[in-house]
């Protein structure tokens, strides 16, 4: 029962440099999300996606793409690495039910830009 | 959005008993309370979620007032596993999704022998 897997689980990029951050979840959720997060704060929403074929921008949606490949994967793609992209990405699923919070997280991408 | 409130850190022992209080002051009607827990290299888990009064499983309990303006999570008799940190999230649950959960920075939680 894998749950949310997130690959890579680290990376050292330089600056300018491109990747994907890689997630696919196996329990049949609507939801998926991607979050980054920064120390001395919270989880910050990047992208979000309610269900299959739709994506919509979260909280700090600069510098990222991302694409709803299917229902199972939801990938993050960094097109010119910056530092201010070092931290740990997170990749999450829900089942988007009404009064439902509950959503499941990856073991995160611990991402450097140097 | 709702905003929350909760302690920075937290000490205990084994065995205690820990409540962590969370403020919620703005908290909407339609705002759920929700509550997960982050071990240091992992991504949160999802601890307990509800609306008001009270609710239990099999990890924890959450006591909400009848002004909902506050919650507090309550954990049985801790181990030195729980060692963690734990977040109070409040969010519009008819949206169907989590996108107008906001993570605050959370209440640090040591558990000592």
């Known amino acids: 029962n894998a749950g949310v897997t997130q690959t890579p689980k680290f990376q050292v990029l330089k600056t300018g440099q491109s990747m994907t951050l890689q997630c696919a979840q196996d329990m049949n959720h609507n939801s998926m999300y991607w979050y980054r997060q920064d120390p001395g704060m919270g989880l910050r929403l990047i992208y979000y996606?309610?269900?299959?074929?739709?994506?919509d921008k979260g909280e700090v949606p600069n510098g990222y793409n991302v694409s709803r490949l299917n229902k199972r994967e939801f990938s993050l793609r960094l097109e010119s690495a910056a530092p201010s992209q070092t931290s740990v990405y997170f990749c999450a699923s829900g089942s988007a039910g009404i009064r439902n919070t509950e959503a499941f997280f990856g073991q995160g991408t611990r991402l450097t830009v140097v | 959005l709702a905003k929350t409130t909760q302690p920075i850190s937290m000490d205990s022992y084994e065995g205690q008993e820990v409540n962590i209080t969370c403020s919620h002051n703005n908290i909407a009607t339609n705002d759920y309370i929700t509550w997960y827990q982050q071990f240091p290299s992992q991504g949160p888990r999802f601890i307990i979620q509800?609306?008001?009064?009270?609710v239990t499983n099999e990890v924890a309990s959450l006591f909400i007032p009848a002004d909902r303006k506050s919650s507090t999570l309550s954990l049985p008799r801790v181990s030195l596993s729980d060692t963690a940190v734990y977040y109070c999230?409040?969010?519009?649950?008819?949206?169907?999704?989590?996108?107008?959960?906001?993570w605050g920075l959370g209440t640090s939680l040591a558990v000592n022998p």
């Open positions: 999230l409040v969010g519009d649950m008819n949206a169907g999704n989590n996108r107008k959960l906001i």
């Open positions: 996606s309610a269900s299959e074929g739709t994506t």
């Open positions: 509800g609306y008001k009064t009270k």
